[in-house]
């Protein structure tokens, strides 16, 4: 993550010191809603790539079939200030043995709010993977509606019928089976692993 440091002071260090700086940044894991970011939230200012709409289709692809969004190697790394938040007692040292729901997600002070305030809370990657995952989020959301609407209407044949068991009151059910595990599905791919670095440390930003 060379892009934490400042590019004079990158030309300074060997690689292996640089490591070592920012494993010193290091504070630890929590998680933030990344399907609807901080509006502080600012990516680009050190990785300013152009959005690559294919690799973002690829990865909505990709998390179709599995969503990787609780891994130390899959984290967003963000820069902060330790004094900026709130949880510090809930930070991991690591994720991988978690699943998103066990991941506290970030909250910050009054001091770290007023502070991120004037779009300062720098992400340093991870935008391909917000606009994938808002796309992929989205599609979970249509088909949740979609089957919503296809329960209502099958409660509404049965009442007619006034069937209590039968086809139709299996297709209710089915549907009503169907809507709770995307509802849950919903609630575990709006969030993301971040790890966060802090900004205070000599060298960083």
């Known amino acids: ?49 152009v959005v690559n709409d294919s690799w973002v289709a690829q990865l909505v692809n990709d998390f179709t079939k599995r ?20 949880n510090i007692d809930s930070i991991l ?14 909250e910050f002070t009054p001091e ?27 599609g979970i959301k249509r088909q949740l509606e979609s089957w919503k609407v296809k329960h209502s ?9 006034s069937e209590i068991s039968g086809p139709i009151m299996d297709e209710v059910n089915n549907a009503k089976m169907k809507i709770d595990w995307l509802e849950k599905k919903l609630a575990l791919s709006q969030h993301w692993v971040i790890a966060l670095y802090d900004i205070g440390t000599e060298y960083l930003i």
């Open 67 to 86: 969503l990787d969004n609780c891994t130390n190697e899959d984290s967003l790394e963000v820069a902060v200030r330790r004094e900026w938040i709130k």
């Open 1 to 49: 993550m060379s892009t934490v440091v400042q590019e004079d002071h990158f030309m300074s260090f060997p690689l292996e010191q640089l490591r070592g700086k920012k494993q010193d940044a290091f504070i630890g894991y929590l998680s933030m809603n990344l399907y609807d970011p901080h509006k502080q939230a600012t990516w680009g200012r050190y990785n300013d790539r």
């Open 93 to 106: 040292p690591t994720v991988n043995d978690k699943t998103i729901r066990d991941v506290p997600v970030m």
């Open 153 to 161: 209407e099958k409660e509404k044949q049965a009442d007619k019928a």
């Open 112 to 138: 770290g709010r007023k502070a991120i305030e004037p779009d300062n809370l720098v992400m340093l990657g991870g935008n391909h993977r917000r606009l994938a995952l808002k796309e992929f989020v989205d």
